[in-house]
Antibody, heavy 115, light 107 residues
Framework: EVQLVETGGGLVQPGRSLKLSCVASGFTFNNYWMSWTRQAPGKGLEWVASITNSGGSTYYPDSVKGRFTISRDNAQNTLYLQMNSLRSEDTATYYC????????WGQGVMVTVSS | DIQMTQSPSFLSASVGDRVTINCKASQNINRYLNWYQQKLGEAPKLLIYNANSLQTGIPSRFSGSGSGTDFTLTISSLQPEDVATYFCLQHNSWPFTFGSGTKLEIK
């Protein structure tokens, strides 16, 4: 059974940093691209970042480019999202997703950016 | 960026009704369109990928159609457990973009 478990969320002040983790199980992690997607409270979904299976290439929308970094440790079956210079508009539930059709999602982790 | 215009934003229908939800892309996305169901407090679940392919384990009352810019999700016979918000996602080109969602309730 595919499982994606995110951790690392919480309350953080504007301008500070936070790192999310996602541990994957139930599939061969290093065969798949992976992504992060977020959902602001009561709002729609926004794709945040993707990474190739080797970690050699990454992709971001303009809204987070230069502030967020996606990475992975294939030996540990773990995906990361380093978030710097956080803004109030980054407040959202962040989901780890398997990139193939975004077919599996974690339960999500809440990030609140507020002073 | 490709804009995904989803309609309607809210839909109320009776059990057994045929329900359709639409997504229109601002440019050609071929068939690179997925549909998701999100129940309250849960993560989204993939229903349809590449416009018309049913994800494993999803009931056959769900179907997708369309190509190019216009896409439709159809529920052939609405069930009480289908109450949810439905989203489309285009994965034809970066940045991937979602529709704004359709909230479906039972009348």
């Amino acid at each position: 059974e595919v499982q994606l478990v995110e951790t690392g969320g919480g309350l953080v002040q504007p301008g500070r940093s936070l790192k999310l983790s996602c541990v994957a199980s139930g599939f061969t992690f290093n065969n798949y691209w992976m992504s992060w997607t977020r959902q602001a409270p009561g709002k729609g979904l926004e794709w945040v970042a993707s990474i190739t299976n080797s970690g050699g290439s990454t992709y971001y929308p303009d809204s987070v480019k230069g502030r967020f970094t996606i990475s992975r440790d294939n030996a540990q079956n773990t995906l990361y999202l380093q978030m710097n210079s956080l803004r109030s508009e980054d407040t959202a539930t962040y989901y780890c997703t398997r990139h193939l059709y975004f077919d599996y999602w974690g339960q999500g982790v809440m990030v609140t950016v507020s002073s | 960026d490709i804009q995904m215009t989803q309609s309607p934003s809210f839909l109320s229908a009776s059990v057994g009704d045929r329900v359709t939800i639409n997504c229109k892309a601002s440019q050609n996305i071929n068939r690179y369109l997925n549909w998701y169901q999100q129940k309250l407090g849960e993560a989204p679940k993939l229903l349809i990928y590449n416009a018309n392919s049913l994800q494993t384990g999803i009931p056959s009352r769900f179907s997708g159609s369309g190509s190019g810019t216009d896409f439709t999700l159809t529920i052939s016979s609405l069930q009480p457990e289908d109450v949810a918000t439905y989203f489309c996602l285009q994965h034809n080109s970066w940045p991937f973009t979602f529709g704004s969602g359709t909230k479906l309730e039972i009348k």
